[in-house]
């Protein structure tokens, strides 16, 4: 392995786990954190899925395609089940278990290596190397991290303001 390869290898995992920890969790448990349980599980139509399940869906991506691959732990997900709740578990409750699974995410991004980024793995039935789970984890954590915020402008009419800074010029300060 060359210095570039580490430092390559380096500089995704720790834009990964940054996506992950430093913009996503932070912004999607403070905006979920004021709904009400109905509202967590409100969606318009059966076709749509609720925050809850999406919050369900997250957990349960997250745990397989890192925390159970990466620490070679059995996988039970459940996929299907992710989608089909519809008890009102508390937001606070749903919360607190991707809380935990990220942080089990964070540790093994922390550790991973070039090695392990090459390596291939099968996970839910796919082939592929670590980087395409840990690229597969990241972007589709984005997917419905996005569609969650939209739900929640949707049921608050507010914009969140994550970007306000941008506001005047578009570029920041």
């Not at 992950?20 to 749509?48: F, K, S």
């Not at 991707?98 to 070039?114: D, P």
């Not at 980024?117 to 954590?141: D, M």
Request: glycine share 6%.
């Amino acid at each position: 392995m060359t210095a570039n390869q580490a430092d390559v290898s380096t500089l995704f995992l720790e834009s990964s786990r940054h996506s992950l920890m430093e913009q996503y969790w932070p912004r999607l448990r403070e905006c979920v954190e004021p709904l009400t349980d109905a509202q967590v599980w409100w969606r318009p139509n059966e076709a749509c899925n609720s925050i809850g399940n999406l919050l369900l869906h997250l957990n349960g991506n997250v745990r397989q395609w890192l925390v159970a691959s990466f620490n070679k732990l059995e996988d039970n997900r459940n996929r299907p089940v992710e989608f089909a709740e519809r008890e009102l578990i508390p937001a606070s409750v749903l919360l607190d278990h991707l809380g935990a699974t990220l942080q089990e995410a964070s540790e093994v991004l922390s550790r991973l290596t070039h090695d392990d980024l090459v390596a291939q793995y099968e996970i839910q039935g796919y082939k592929g190397t670590g980087l395409v789970a840990v690229y597969h984890v990241v972007e589709h954590f984005g997917m419905h991290y996005g569609q969650i915020l939209y739900i929640v402008k949707t049921l608050s009419g507010a914009d969140l303001g994550f970007y306000s800074e941008l506001n005047k010029t578009g570029r920041r300060p």
